[in-house]
Nanobody, 125 residues
Framework: VQLQASGGGLVQAGGSLRLSCVDSGRTFSDYTTGWFRQAPGKEREFVVGRRWNTGSTRYADSVKGRFTISRDNAKNTVYLQMNNLKPEDTAIYSC???????????????????WGQGTQVTVSS
């Protein structure tokens, strides 16, 4: 599994961005995928995790209703659509993948075996 995240940038508050995470090693279908973010001076924060085999998804309360995770199997790509962005969403966003992660563990970085490099998202007020 080799993950590559992209799509970050600078956007005004209320705007949208779509992040992409490509797995150049294999498909995401056998894995659970998560997105995490880390703002300067803060700990890594869970954003969303999805178990593709069951469809169960968990979002952080701070992004619920604004962010959506999806995937394109043909492109081995998982997306994070981010709408109505807020300045507090500013962070480096990273994608992660892991096998057999139970729902209650989706929010823990230690549950994931594979990580991509981060992509910077900056939201101006």
């Amino acid at each position: 599994v080799q993950l590559q995240a992209s799509g970050g940038g600078l956007v005004q508050a209320g705007g949208s961005l779509r992040l992409s995470c490509v797995d150049s090693g294999r498909t995401f279908s056998d894995y659970t995928t998560g997105w995490f973010r880390q703002a300067p001076g803060k700990e890594r924060e869970f954003v969303v995790g999805r178990r593709w085999n069951t469809g169960s998804t968990r979002y952080a309360d701070s992004v619920k209703g604004r962010f959506t995770i999806s995937r394109d199997n043909a492109k081995n790509t998982v997306y994070l659509q981010m709408n109505n962005l807020k300045p507090e969403d500013t962070a480096i966003y990273s994608c992660a993948a892991g096998a057999r992660i139970i729902f209650s563990n989706l929010a823990f970085p230690s549950s994931y075996n594979y990580w991509g490099q981060g992509t910077q998202v900056t939201v101006s007020s």
